[in-house]
């Protein structure tokens, strides 16, 4: 005795209709996509600053892989004298970051890539990747 479940075939012209509307679907995807087009996976990271200077400083994060500011809109992350701050960031998977901090009043004294992201720096950028940074200690 057969315990399988009897389907009904389907007919020629029902199949041909279902594999006509996948291939539809399927180049009207290919032609809606951008070329080189690709997904952004987000991501969190928290970039964890401490200021041991003694004036108060100011910070901006820098995207190196798209041209994206945090915290954006001509504002500035402030971190008074021995005040640790921990600054959650939206980024996407893989993007390098840096931060560039300076000294309240006085953009000469700086950390990382300074104001504007003008300097070079070693060791201040992080992979956007979930997770804290170690804390980034700004002394003299």
Same mark, same amino acid.
């Given at each position: 005795?057969?315990?399988?479940?009897?389907?009904?075939?389907?007919?020629?012209?029902?199949?041909?209709?279902?594999?006509?509307?996948?291939?539809?679907?399927?180049?009207?995807?290919?032609?809606?996509?951008?070329?080189?087009?690709?997904?952004?996976?987000?991501?969190? $990271?928290?970039?964890?600053?401490?200021?041991?200077?003694?004036?108060?400083?100011?910070?901006?994060?820098?995207?190196?892989?798209?041209?994206? $500011?945090?915290?954006?809109?001509?504002?500035?992350?402030?971190?008074?004298?021995?005040?640790?701050?921990?600054?959650?960031?939206? /980024?996407?998977?893989?993007?390098?970051?840096?931060?560039?901090?300076?000294?309240?009043?006085?953009?000469?004294?700086?950390?990382?890539?300074?104001?504007?992201?003008?300097?070079? /720096?070693?060791?201040? /950028?992080?992979? /956007?990747?979930?997770?804290?940074?170690?804390?980034?200690?700004?002394?003299?």
């Amino acid at each position: 005795m057969n315990m399988l479940p009897s389907f009904p075939l389907l007919s020629r012209s029902v199949r041909l209709a279902g594999l006509r509307r996948a291939v539809a679907v399927a180049v009207a995807a290919a032609f809606l996509a951008p070329v080189g087009a690709s997904l952004a996976v987000a991501e969190n $990271v928290t970039f964890i600053m401490k200021n041991s200077h003694q004036f108060r400083v100011q910070v901006e994060l820098y995207s190196q892989t798209r041209n994206h $500011v945090w915290p954006g809109n001509n504002k500035v992350y402030i971190l008074d004298d021995s005040e640790t701050k921990r600054i959650p960031l939206a /980024c996407e998977e893989g993007e390098q970051i840096c931060y560039g901090a300076w000294v309240d009043g006085d953009a000469s004294t700086y950390w990382g890539v300074g104001p504007n992201n003008k300097e070079q /720096c070693e060791d201040c /950028c992080y992979i /956007c990747q979930g997770g804290n940074t170690e804390t980034i200690n700004l002394v003299e």
